[in-house]
């Protein structure tokens, strides 16, 4: 409350966007009276205020870092500055909750396979290694083999990707014969997607480097806010550095305390989540969302009467190393939500059969599978687009 406080007033004394917002902040009472704030909010602000908005608590001159969200979900991209103080806010966390909970050290390579652009990506989680006192290898402008070969021949022993690109790299490495199992990459570290906390993506991935896996949870616009840990079943909120609320429908409710050039207060993250307070065996005082980010709230859908999150059904899938790519084809049809999953099989052979079975034993409704061609779904070392949204 004492940050909050201190925090809140620099930004009632210059920041246009929360004036009109805020009011002093004296306890808990005051707090949750504050309004929630949303995304479509803060993008009216930029389209209002352009190029970045009215929240800003400093003169632009402040400001030494820009990034911007992926605009994976078909948003117009959100834009969101960093001043020096709250760049090393982000790397101070990188460095010392999510590093230090994956046990990677100074004595690690890291090799970081994003793109480098405008998204955040693991631009935080570079610099945060590069605090760490570790080595750095950036994998941006290079081929999907290219960054195989690096990985292995400079002696990588953490690599930082999407989970999904981490499969694709694994699929590459074996399609040109090499053997990333028996590589030094010990430890892999996962963002952008939930799929490091689902167990059968984790397993995938673990297999295929022989490596221990862990999820990171955080977004552009709000910073890092969580990692998984040594017992692995789901994700710790770093409250130390944030307040974080759970709304009645499950969702993720934060307000950052390191962040204040260009703080978010009560945001709506749109993250579906359940949160433990039982003791945790790695001995983290931290609440833990149990199994990770479940899935967007607007990402669920319902198929006669079940709801559905795609969470669930990737844990399904790829439980199929015969499945190289997968996607959730959404549509509705007299008035309801019926849903297809395209299929990409790694084997021309592969049989949907087994497949559509599982998946309606474990969910309790009936999922069509549709084979499609090798190389007909899309690959993204950023965020995997996992649902398509067909209109009739």
């Known amino acids: ?79 969101w500055l960093d001043t020096e103080e709250s760049w090393d806010w982000w790397l101070r966390i990188w460095a010392d909750n999510v590093y230090r909970a994956a046990g990677v050290t100074a004595a690690d390579r ?37 960054r195989v070969r690096n990985m292995l021949d400079l002696g990588a022993t953490v690599l930082l990707s999407t989970p999904t690109y981490a499969l694709r ?107 433990s307070r039982e003791p945790c065996s790695c001995g983290s005082p931290f609440m833990k969302i149990a199994g990770g980010i479940q899935g967007r709230v607007d990402d669920m859908f319902t198929v006669r009467g079940v709801n559905l999150y795609p969470s669930q059904v990737e844990d399904i899938v790829r439980r199929y190393p015969e499945v190289a790519e997968f996607v959730i084809e959404h549509r509705h049809e007299r008035q309801m939500d019926e849903v297809t999953l395209l299929i990409e099989p790694a084997l021309a052979t592969f ?3 087994r497949l559509e079975a599982d998946l309606r034993q474990a969910l309790g409704v009936r999922l069509e599978c549709r084979i499609v061609g090798a190389g007909t779904l899309p690959r993204s070392d950023l965020k995997s687009k996992r649902i398509i949204h067909v209109t009739e």
């Open 351 to 353: 049989s949907t059969e």
């Open 169 to 275: 790299l694994a699929d590459v490495a074996s399609e040109i014969g090499v053997n990333l199992s028996a590589g030094s990459i010990r430890t892999t570290i996962h963002a952008g997607e939930p799929g490091a906390s689902i167990p059968a993506t984790r397993d995938a991935i673990e297999a295929a480097y022989s490596a221990s896996s862990f999820d990171h949870t955080g977004m552009t616009e709000l910073g890092p806010t969580g990692h998984s840990c040594s017992a692995r079943d789901g994700v710790h909120l770093i409250e130390s550095e944030f307040i974080f609320e759970v709304a009645g429908d499950g969702e993720l409710i934060a307000t950052n305390l390191g962040r204040w050039g260009m703080p978010l207060i009560r945001y709506r993250t749109g993250d579906r989540v359940v949160v």
């Open 1 to 79: 409350m004492a940050r909050l406080r201190a925090g809140v007033a620099r930004v009632l004394a210059t920041n246009a966007f929360w004036r009109e917002r805020l009011h002093d902040v004296h306890g808990w009472d005051d707090f949750e009276r504050l309004p929630l704030t949303t995304k479509a909010e803060l993008l009216a602000d930029q389209h209002d205020h352009a190029p970045f908005g009215s929240n800003l608590t400093h003169p632009l001159g402040q400001y030494v870092r820009l990034h911007q969200t992926s605009g994976s979900s078909g948003d117009q991209p959100l834009r």
């Open 110 to 146: 890291l090799f970081f396979a994003f793109s480098f652009g405008p998204f955040i990506g693991f631009w935080s989680a570079f610099g945060g290694a590069e605090r760490l006192g570790a080595m750095c290898i950036a994998g941006g402008a290079m081929t999907s083999e290219q």
